[in-house]
Every structure is written in C-alpha cells, then in structure tokens.
C-alpha cells in the first residue's frame, strides 16, 4: 500500500482536492493530486521495467499453476497480475497526475496483491501440515490457519482504513489520531505475520526434536520456500511501518524517495513469489510422502 489503505485513498485524495481548488488547473507536476500524496511524481521508465518483471512472474507462476493443476494457488498468479497492472497503470498517472481516478486504480492495484501473496503462504503451510507431517506439529489447526490470518490481514487493513480516514479531516487532533491509529493497524498486521512465521519454525523444531531430518525429506523442501518468501515479505512489513512511523512523526523520508518503494517493497514481494517459479509447491506435496503416525496416514486435501 504506497501508503494508505484503499478506504484512506478516496478521503485523501477528495480531501485534498477540496482543500486545493485549483488542482486540476495546475500547469506543474509539483501543485498535481499525485505530487500532494507522494510528494513526488512517478518514474515512467522504473515503473515500466517493475511492471514488466511482475508481468513475467505472473506468466510463469500461471505456467506453474497450469502445468501442476494446483488450483488452490490461483491466488498468487492474479496477485502478481493485479501487481503488474499496477505498476504499469503509474505511467499515465506520472501523465495526468491531477486524475482522481487513474490515481485510485494505480493504488488499488498496487495496495490489494501483497495480501494475495500472504494467503498463498497461509494455504500451502495447511497444505503442507495435513499432506506431509501431521497437525499436532502445528500451534493453530491447520485446516483453519489460512481463515484465521486472512480474517486478521482484513481486520487490520479495515483499522488502517479507519484511521487513513480521519487522517482526511480538517480536525487537527483527528488528523494525528487518525496517523496513530493507521500506524497501528500496520504494526498489528506485521506482528501477525511475524506469528506465521514462528508458526512455521514451531513446525520445523518439532519436527526436529522427534527425530525426522527436514533436509533429507522431499517435504522439508517447503520449510525453505515458506521461509524464505515470507522473509521477503516482512522486509515489506518492516518498511512500510517505519515508512509510516517516519510520516506520523513529521519526517516522511523514506515516503518521499520513490527508490525505497521499489527497493524495500516492490523488489522483496517480487523476490518472495519468485520463489515459487522456481519452486513450486506441489512436486513436494506427494502423497507417498505422508507421515504415518500410530499408523494412521494422514490423507492430503483435496
């Protein structure tokens, strides 16, 4: 989210043009609605080159998904499509920096991917625990890992709704409420995340502890993919909160140089889901793999 959520984006934006009358007659690029949000405009070439790559990814992770009939993934390939539609949809906003609504579809498809990413993350870890080990290695039922954090990313991307919404008014005491509150759901979300993560390594220590060896496994593959990925996403968490954090206390740098939103966010995700292009999940799923525990085999989902 380059940086409000989707609910902040109308507020801010109309709270903007109404507080600039004369934006969309503006003749510079420095008195534009984009310019007021970013405080800068978008680089046509950098944003091409990031919509070309994510474009590549989406091809090869449908080819991924295609070739492997993994339907349960779907989500990671529209992600990544939205994400390149996004990027590519920040030229003719970098063109027409006063239009409201090509602003607000560059941010929808920018702000809305990430938790596609996520939830491909929180699928394959219940995939994983059912197919391969067994549930008792997991803290959370694994069955009702991926509906638990979904709920969550959605309960704090409300919250940071919320607040990018009183960030809008012209009350100052609401405005920086609203900042804290917007900072506060992002943490929140990142913590969540982090508990994912201890999720995952919880697994792999139990694992461990009984004796199996995930290395020599054709399963511990999937320690590596999730762990790895999901690194690459918290380096996108951390940044966006210390982005934020930074804008809250009056600073913004970190907002204000476009090199970091493509170095510390859009390079990270781009690196986490193309993991799964060269490791895609399910040739480490097999059945024949199953943990049997007191003799009962866990059966893989359907």
Known sequence: MHNLPLLSLAMVAGSVLAASPNTLDAT??????????????????????????????????????????????LCLPIGSAFMSLGFFM?????????????????????????????????????????TCVHPKYSWIKPGKVAKYFVISDITTFLVQGGGGGLEASKNETS?????????????????????????????????????????????????????FSSAAFMIRCVYRVIELGQ???????LMTHEVYFYVLDSLPLLIGISTYIVFWPSKYLAAKDTYNMNATVVQPLA
């Open 90 to 130: 920040r030229i003719p906003t970098a063109m027409s920096p006063n239009s409201l609504i090509i602003f607000m579809i560059q941010q929808l498809f920018i702000i809305l991917p990430p938790a596609a990413y996520l939830a491909f993350n929180y699928i394959l870890y219940g995939r994983f625990i059912v």
């Open 247 to 253: 804008s809250t206390g009056g600073g913004g740098y």
């Open 175 to 227: 405005v920086k409420l609203g900042s804290y509150i917007l900072l506060g759901g992002l943490i929140i979300q990142t913590l969540s995340f982090a508990l994912f993560i201890a999720l995952v390594v919880h697994a792999y220590r139990g694992l461990v502890k009984d004796g199996f060896r995930p290395s020599q496994e054709r399963w511990g593959m999937i320690f590596w993919i999730l762990l």
């Open 28 to 73: 510079t690029d420095e008195q534009s609605l984009v310019f007021a949000v970013f405080h800068y405009i978008p680089n046509k070439t950098a944003a091409g080159v990031a919509g070309g790559l994510y474009l590549i990814a989406t091809l090869l992770l449908f080819w991924r998904l295609f070739a492997n009939r993994t339907w349960w993934g």
